[in-house]
């Protein structure tokens, strides 16, 4: 089943986001080389500014709980990157 890993940055995160990107990208790459990754990728700041607002997963996890557990780990979540982070069922309909 997929979901989506729905995520909100703390003010001013950009130097927090680079300190452990690569850690987070080797967990997003992991998924994907097992063919559970739909896409993920950042909000930028809407005024233009360098940095981001948060974060976008949407992965296959075989329940609720084990996405809720994966994203509880996210390095960015240890980095006080992410101040909130919410995970829900997606149901893909397009493309």
Same mark, same amino acid.
């Given at each position: 089943?997929?979901?989506?890993?729905?995520?909100?940055?703390?003010?001013?995160?950009?130097?927090?986001?680079?300190?452990?990107?690569?850690?987070?990208?080797?967990?997003?790459?992991?998924l994907a @080389?097992?063919?559970?990754?739909?896409?993920?990728?950042?909000?930028?700041?809407?005024?233009?500014?360098?940095?981001?607002?948060?974060?976008?997963?949407?992965?296959?996890? @075989?329940?609720?709980?084990?996405?809720?557990?994966?994203?509880?780990?996210?390095?960015?979540?240890?980095?006080?990157?992410?101040?909130?982070?919410?995970?829900?069922?997606?149901?893909?309909?397009?493309?």
């Amino acid at each position: 089943m997929l979901f989506a890993i729905i995520s909100e940055d703390v003010p001013n995160s950009l130097e927090r986001r680079k300190n452990v990107r690569p850690a987070h990208l080797a967990r997003l790459q992991a998924l994907a @080389d097992q063919d559970r990754l739909l896409v993920a990728g950042p909000h930028p700041n809407s005024d233009g500014t360098e940095g981001f607002t948060g974060s976008l997963v949407i992965a296959e996890f @075989d329940s609720l709980e084990d996405a809720s557990r994966w994203a509880d780990v996210d390095p960015y979540i240890e980095a006080g990157v992410y101040a909130n982070v919410v995970v829900k069922p997606f149901k893909a309909v397009l493309p």
